[in-house]
């Protein structure tokens, strides 16, 4: 147990404690003035910041469970409980864990570049750009999310939870996310980059050479078949700015998919995928 674990708030949310609560780390130091907005729903805490009750999904050892899968104590366990609190049971919008996952994305996306470039010294930019976007979609995200268990310690209501919501790959991607960015708050870019390589590794090793992308399979089909180019259509936009969700619908050989993704890009990709299955 860390020696700071005793700082961790036990009977109240976290937004009326002082910056100096906070535990970040020295490359994150500029971002105390972020303490007051880190707001996590108002919840009975017992020892090292467990919960005593999980009204919203989630198991009351729901900290721990997901410690122990990514490898990394938290010293402030706030945080971690902020990350696992989806915005359908926030109390606000700020007590969501979007801003955690908006910091997260930035956090994964430059650990992971960093990390292929490292990993795969003779590839160029474009082999390194397929492996960067298959690795850190929304599709590869959710597998992790899974694969850490988190489906079943993500905090939604009970509502929501019959509804399907955890059945979105959406929503379990951006639980990932804001997991990172509650790890590089909690210890910095060093700790960040240690649960990645861990959640990751055997995904990105699992790819010996470059993947080829779904649009590019999808095209040299369809022209192999001399049906000509497949057709992009953006159907809709959706979201906050920060965090925009693209639906995006191929057509080629007069039959249709859609798909979803965090940028026009990645629900292209997301289309071409879903037209391929049927092939």
């Known amino acids: 147990m860390p020696a700071n674990a005793g700082r961790v708030l ?11 609560h906070f535990c970040f780390p020295s490359d994150a130091g500029r971002t105390l003035g972020f303490a007051g907005l880190w707001a996590a729903p108002v919840r009975a805490l ?27 104590v938290f010293a402030n366990r706030a945080l971690l409980e902020h990350a696992l609190t989806h915005r359908s049971a926030a ?11 908006f910091l997260g994305d ?20 474009g082999a390194l ?40 790959a959406s929503v379990l991607a951006d639980a990932v996310e804001a997991i990172l960015g509650a790890v590089y708050l909690d210890a910095g870019l060093e700790a960040a980059r240690g649960v990645v390589k861990r959640i990751f ?6 790819a010996l050479t470059p993947p080829v992308s779904a649009k590019n399979r999808l095209q040299e ?10 057709v992009y259509e953006v159907i809709s936009n959706v979201g906050p700015s920060h965090a925009p969700t693209f639906v995006v619908q191929v057509t080629a050989e007069g039959r249709s998919a859609e798909g979803l ?12 995928e879903a037209w391929m299955r049927d092939v």
């Open 10 to 20: 036990r009977t109240v949310g976290f937004a009326e404690l002082p910056a100096a």
């Open 106 to 125: 930035r956090v994964l996306g430059l650990t992971m570049a960093e990390w292929l470039v490292e990993r795969f010294p003779d590839e160029l930019e």
């Open 261 to 272: 993704g965090r940028s026009k890009r990645e629900a292209e990709q997301a289309a071409a």
């Open 221 to 230: 089909y369809t022209l192999g078949r001399a049906k000509g180019l497949p």
């Open 46 to 72: 017992g020892p090292q910041g467990v919960p005593l009750v999980s009204e919203w999904g989630g198991s009351r050892n729901a900290v721990f469970v997901i410690e122990d899968r990514i490898g990394h």
């Open 129 to 168: 750009t397929r492996r960067l976007s298959q690795l850190v979609a929304w599709e590869m995200l959710a597998r992790v999310a899974d694969e850490i268990g988190l489906r079943a310690e993500l905090r939604v209501p009970p509502s929501e939870s019959r509804a399907g919501l955890l059945d979105k």
């Open 91 to 101: 109390k606000t919008q700020l007590a969501s864990n979007e801003r955690l996952e």
């Open 201 to 206: 590794g055997a995904h990105l090793e699992a």
